[in-house]
């Protein structure tokens, strides 16, 4: 899956975390993957980001003429290709201190992500059962789920409630079709499951990390929703990231 690929780059995370420069990573390289003239979109977004043929032809080691060998349509790119331009623009981007993402931000409303600790996605559905082993979890209601879970996202609620709007942690929830949607440092629950309720799209399940007592209310939600909501006994948010990134790299996700 071309996810894949694109989810193993890496940047310095000085002023974007990882996600939002992923999210922005598979923005870009879907639009070349899908168009007809993928030599007529790398240039677009070469000059977006204002950069020259020379510059990104050094960051991806070779030679400009091959950059505008396939800016004309003289060849094809492939996946490795993509990958690695995309790579080079951000890395071009960075050195200047972010302009361009930090236009990318706002215009594709990612501001959100600046309170996500991880996101990622399976390569094959995941049952609950599984899901609920890989986070030390304990089901908190009765609602099961026949669908397959597709991906995660784990997210600090305490800086989700601090520096997010409330049409931000719409788009956070919005996100999160067909996912699992992990909140940590949660006292009681109310805050995510009211989220949920004013949602119009919703995640498949829920997990809270950090629970002192449940609040009757975030089950009621829970429940009128028909969204199953476990609660994790994992030792640290650190702990379920790396739980989560095992499973999603499992072969057994069937």
Do not use: C
Request: aromatic content about 6%; charged content about 20%.
């Amino acid at each position: 899956m071309f996810i894949g690929v694109v989810a193993g780059l890496r940047f310095e995370e000085a002023l974007w975390p990882q996600q939002v420069l992923r999210r922005i990573s598979i923005h870009i390289a879907g639009e070349v993957v899908v168009s007809k003239s993928p030599g007529s979109v790398l240039r677009k977004w070469r000059e977006i980001f204002g950069a020259s043929q020379l510059e990104i032809a050094r960051h991806m080691g070779v030679t400009s003429s091959v950059i505008s060998d396939y800016e004309k349509g003289r060849r094809n790119p492939g996946s490795s290709f993509i990958r690695r331009f995309v790579e080079a623009l951000l890395e071009v981007d960075a050195s200047r201190g972010w302009p361009t993402v930090s236009k990318l931000v706002r215009m594709l409303n990612l501001n959100y992500l600046g309170a996500v600790l991880d996101m990622e996605e399976f390569e094959y559905g995941v049952g609950l059962d599984e899901l609920i082993d890989a986070v030390k979890g304990i089901p908190l209601n009765s609602m099961l789920l026949d669908s397959k879970i597709y991906g995660y996202t784990v997210v600090d609620s305490l800086k989700a409630i601090v520096s997010l709007s409330g049409s931000d942690f719409l788009n956070l929830l919005g996100a999160t079709s067909q996912r699992a949607v992990v909140f940590t440092n949660v006292s009681t629950g109310r805050s995510p499951m009211i989220a949920l309720r004013v949602s119009t799209i919703k995640p498949a399940v829920i997990v809270m990390h950090g629970l002192k007592k449940v609040d009757p209310l975030a089950l009621w939600i829970a429940e009128t929703e028909r969204t199953p909501v476990i609660l994790s006994v994992a030792g640290s948010a650190r702990e379920i990231v790396d739980r989560l990134r095992r499973l999603s790299s499992s072969p057994l996700s069937t």
